[in-house]
């Protein structure tokens, strides 16, 4: 008998062994002896928490100041200044020109204009119809361009949105005398010459 119970408790410490060496136990196997998932064990309180709720079939985005750190300008959410300013910049340069954006990016614009523009109510008007890139008549460069709904036209610079957003570095910043020497104010004299006294 001593040499049953001696045998019998080294089958038991060899059983324990593998237990705490292998994280399937018994009871976690089915009556083949194969492993079977485990319920689990998430609270489904926590679990709704971290769902995103769904409004018409699309999902909300996190608001400006969650946790996350990002900024959602319409549906759409970003990380950064610079992940914004690409966004917006490969819209205006992959977009073709004098073509209406579409609802997606229609929505992203709109929100931009409310959230960025000095002035959006002036900006917007009565209502914008349409949003476009065009190639501006004084910058000579593409830009976006809205069209309001009373058929009146007028751009807006999507990097001054941004930067007002989100602050761009300052390299990606506008250099305000570059803006100045395109313009070509000065009444056409020149400048550097002195000029008459």
């Known amino acids: ?25 018994e009871a976690s196997k ?3 002896g194969d492993a079977v998932k485990r319920p689990r064990e998430d609270d489904d309180e926590e679990a709704k928490k971290q769902k995103k709720p769904k409004v018409d079939n699309e999902i909300v985005e996190k ?14 959410t970003f990380g ?12 205006l340069h992959f977009w073709t020109p ?17 959230k960025g523009h ?11 119809e349409a949003f476009q890139v065009r190639y501006h008549h ?26 007002r957003i989100l602050p761009l570095p300052e390299n990606m910043q506008i250099k305000h005398d570059v803006n100045k020497a395109l313009r070509g104010k ?7 010459r002195g000029g008459r006294n």
Do not use: W
Request: net charge negative; with cysteine; charged share 30%.
């Open 1 to 25: 008998m001593p040499d049953e119970q001696a045998s019998e408790s080294s089958q038991d410490m060899k059983f324990e062994r593998a237990s705490a060496a292998d994280p399937i136990t």
């Open 30 to 32: 089915n009556s083949d």
């Open 63 to 76: 608001k400006e100041g969650s946790e996350s750190g990002g900024v959602s300008v319409g549906p759409k």
């Open 80 to 91: 950064s200044s610079e992940d914004m300013f690409e966004y917006f910049y490969k819209i």
């Open 98 to 114: 004098n073509l209406n954006i579409n609802k997606y990016e229609h929505m992203v614009l709109l929100e931009l204009l409310k």
């Open 118 to 128: 000095l002035e959006p109510e002036k900006k917007i008007g009565n209502g914008i």
């Open 138 to 163: 004084q910058f000579k460069s593409r830009c976006f361009f809205l069209v309001r709904d009373d058929g009146s036209i007028d751009d807006f610079s999507f990097r001054k949105c941004v930067d």
């Open 186 to 192: 000065g009444g056409g004299r020149g400048r550097g």
